[in-house]
């Protein structure tokens, strides 16, 4: 009798009696690296930029009136960019007269990229055109029509051709030691390091004297150290 062959347990066997291959193991991928977010780039503070316009009667409602020493048509708004006691850059308002326009518009320049901070540039109609008022805020203004401080006569205010820079930093100081507001007394001597200060001999200082500009600070006896004026008064 023919003895019949027993398979080994577990063995498949294919159509031919042979092995059934298997299919071969494969890993996974490696999951994919993020691509890194390029960082932002850093941008600086804005250009400095001034413009000039027209006055209009509406813009200097309080500052100028019939009887002015300088007309309505010949003076100018210059819009420009200054540098804050913030570190920031922001926008300011000058009326001038318009002989001036590229004076002030090449020594703000100079400011704005010395970063000599400015604690606000409005016109001095925000303050219903008190200088008192204007000075108080520690407003940078030019045009007003008004007398010169102490005097009958026109100021040079009057003309368009002053302006005052951060006067509480920079005050108006009499012979004898005195200042108006209370704000800036700490500010009545020179030189003092301090920011928005302007001191005798300063960059600020050259910078309008190479344009023709005179600084209250050199008068002798009173002292206006934020007053600055073509060909002087």
Not at 16 to 33: D, E, F, I, L, M
Not at 59 to 71: A, E
Not at 90 to 96: A, F, K, R, S
Not at 168 to 171: A, G, H, I, K, V
């Given at each position: ?57 509406a ?13 309505l ?68 203004s ?25 006067p509480?930093?920079?005050?108006y ?22 920011p ?38």
């Open positions: 009798m023919a003895l019949a062959t027993a398979c080994g347990a577990g063995n498949a066997l294919g159509p031919t009696g042979g092995t059934t291959p298997q299919p071969p193991v494969t890993s996974a991928p490696p999951p994919a690296t993020p691509t890194p977010s390029p960082s932002p780039t850093p941008t600086g503070p804005p250009e400095y930029t001034a413009k000039v316009s027209k006055v209009a009667r813009d200097v409602p309080h500052s100028w009136r019939p009887g002015c020493p300088v007309p048509r010949d003076l100018r708004l210059v819009t420009l960019t200054h540098w804050g006691f913030d570190d920031k850059a922001h926008t300011g308002e000058l009326v001038v007269h318009r002989a001036v326009t590229d004076d002030i518009e090449t020594v703000f320049k100079q400011l704005y990229e010395w970063r000599f901070p400015i604690k606000q540039m409005k016109r001095v109609d925000a303050y219903r055109g008190s200088d008192f008022d204007s000075i108080e805020a520690d407003n940078t030019a045009f007003n029509c008004r007398a010169a401080t102490g005097s009958g006569n026109w100021s040079k205010h009057a003309y368009g051709q002053a302006i005052d820079i951060n509480r930093e920079n005050p100081v009499t012979a004898s030691g005195s200042v108006a507001h209370a704000n800036a007394r700490k500010f009545a001597t020179r030189p003092i390091d301090k928005g200060v302007i001191n005798p001999g300063d960059r600020v200082v050259r910078a309008f004297q190479r344009l023709g500009w005179e600084w209250g600070g050199t008068w002798s006896g009173t002292k206006d150290y934020q007053h600055f004026s073509k060909g002087g008064g």
